[in-house]
């Protein structure tokens, strides 16, 4: 099993930044690519970036040039730094491992997510 806990969500004004960690545990040996989803109200869960275990890196067009997602591998921890932030951007993110693409029937672990608010 693989455990994955998420920090770093909060309130932030549109233009401002945060970044979100996520810490992997357990089997970690089996989580890479690891990959950021989220969920704004009303909506369906959506691809945001993933990171394979080289460092090769995805991101969905919404976000590209605006976010990064970068890992630190000795700590087994993926990271999502989040500039320029819009209120579309409102969402509970969460974080997911051992899976590939975009699709999230593909990763079969996840976290417990953490909530992300844009105000404008």
């Known amino acids: 099993q693989v455990q994955l806990v998420e920090s770093g969500g909060g309130l932030v004004q549109a233009g401002g930044s945060l970044r979100l960690s996520c810490a992997a545990s357990?089997?970690?040996?089996?989580?890479?690519?690891m990959a950021w989803f989220r969920q704004a109200p009303g909506k369906e869960r959506e691809f945001v970036a993933a990171i394979s275990w080289s460092g090769s890196t995805n991101y969905a067009d919404s976000v590209k040039g605006r976010f990064t997602i970068s890992s630190d591998n000795t700590k087994n921890t993926v990271y999502l730094q989040m500039n320029t932030l819009k209120p579309d951007d409102t969402a509970v993110y969460y974080c997911?491992?051992?899976?590939?693409?975009?699709?999230?029937?593909?990763?079969?672990?996840w976290g417990q997510g953490t909530q992300v608010t844009v105000s404008s």
């Open positions: 357990g089997r970690t040996f089996t989580t890479y690519p």
């Open positions: 997911t491992a051992g899976g590939y693409g975009r699709g999230e029937s593909e990763y079969p672990y």
